[in-house]
Nanobody, 120 residues
Framework: QVQLVESGGGLVQPGGSLRLSCAAS????????MSWYRQAPGKERELVATITRGGITNTADSVKGRFTISRDIANNTTYLRMTTLKPEDTALYYC??????????????WGQGTQVTVSS
């Protein structure tokens, strides 16, 4: 079994910054990619950013230039640095990892989510 635990969410004023963390643990053979998604009330879940094992990143146009994804491979952790936050960034942020587990089965795992609220 693989577990993902997110942290770092909270309440921040518009223009502020936050850094989210997601740590993967358990029966991991390898992690191919890690991603951040978000879901606002009444909206579908959307991809925010992805980073591959090789360090290639992809960021949604809505956050490009403001959000940066990074990864600590040794600790199976990914980070999302969020700057110049806007009220429309308010959402539940989820971490996803595409993993090969110890049984050599490849599948996606999700964290439980961390709430980010941008409000004055």
């Amino acid at each position: 079994q693989v577990q993902l635990v997110e942290s770092g969410g909270g309440l921040v004023q518009p223009g502020g910054s936050l850094r989210l963390s997601c740590a993967a643990s358990g029966s991991i053979f390898s992690i191919d990619s890690m991603s951040w998604y978000r879901q606002a009330p009444g909206k579908e879940r959307e991809l925010v950013a992805t980073i591959t094992r090789g360090g290639i990143t992809n960021t949604a146009d809505s956050v490009k230039g403001r959000f940066t994804i990074s990864r600590d491979i040794a600790n199976n952790t990914t980070y999302l640095r969020m700057t110049t936050l806007k009220p429309e960034d308010t959402a539940l942020y989820y971490c996803k990892a595409e993993c090969t587990n110890s049984l050599l089965v490849r599948r996606a795992y999700w964290g439980q989510g961390t709430q980010v609220t941008v409000s004055s």
